[in-house]
């Protein structure tokens, strides 16, 4: 069906607890992202990985882990949220050969309070 | 990787065409151009690619310059769902950098009215 699906779409937390947010793609595509999106900043990639256990951070990655444990199936973890981590999140998806063809999820907004 | 610059801002009417422009001009010979959109709640969509000259496809075509320097993506007949930002990238595909992901600057808001 060639679709990126995150979830969930909205979350609020207070500070100090911990986030998860999921994604999910069912292209079999090797490589996935993660980005998160603020006004004035466009989008910044905080981790990206290659394939299951094969992780590397992108450009902002500090407070931020993933695990990616199937192809299909990749996490973003925030141990101790922040209130300057309320953010949009978007999940990308690329095949390996074609790494700048991303797909992109619909985003998840997460808001600390 | 070459810097790209886009206007913040453009309006259209239902039925214009939209022509958004993207100046690259330290372009290298092994990069590629790309353009993608993103509408409100939504993330980016992949538009069109090209290296030279003219590319068209079923959303955009994609007009660049002899000396590569200069990229316009022209919208045909824009309805209210063409409303978005959209984002021109430059990058390269020889170094097998997918392993980079892309880098979105602000892009072009494209407002689009009745």
């Known amino acids: 069906d060639m679709k990126v699906t995150q979830m969930p779409r909205y979350l609020i937390k207070r500070m100090g607890e911990n986030v998860l947010l999921e994604c999910g793609q069912d292209?079999?595509?090797?490589?996935m992202y993660w980005y998160r999106q603020d006004p004035g900043l466009g989008l910044q990639l905080i981790y990206i990985s290659y394939d299951v256990d094969s992780n590397s951070e992108g450009d902002i990655p500090k407070g931020y882990r993933v695990s990616r444990k199937k192809r299909e199936h990749f996490s973003l973890i925030l141990d101790s949220a922040k209130t300057n981590q309320t953010s949009v999140y978007f999940c990308?998806?690329?095949?390996?050969?074609?790494?700048?063809?991303?797909?992109f999820g619909e985003g998840s907004r997460l808001i600390v309070v | 990787l070459a810097k790209t610059t886009q206007p913040p801002s453009m309006e259209a009417y239902e039925g214009q065409e939209v022509n958004v422009s993207c100046s690259h001009t330290?372009?290298?010979?092994?990069?590629?151009i790309y353009w993608y959109r993103q509408v409100p709640h939504q993330g980016p969509q992949f538009i069109i690619q090209?290296?030279?000259d003219y590319v068209v496809n079923e959303v955009a075509s994609l007009f660049i310059s002899a000396d590569r320097k200069l990229s316009t993506l022209s919208l045909p007949w824009v309805s209210l769902r063409d409303a978005a930002v959209y984002y021109c990238?430059?990058?390269?595909?020889?170094?097998?950098?997918?392993?980079?992901?892309?880098?979105f600057g602000l892009g072009t808001r494209v407002s689009v009215f009745p």
């Open positions: 990238i430059v990058t390269d595909l020889s170094l097998n950098n997918y392993a980079q992901g892309l880098t």
């Open positions: 330290n372009i290298a010979t092994s990069e590629y």
């Open positions: 990308a998806s690329s095949f390996h050969n074609s790494g700048n063809t991303l797909y």
């Open positions: 292209m079999s595509h090797e490589t």
């Open positions: 090209g290296y030279k």
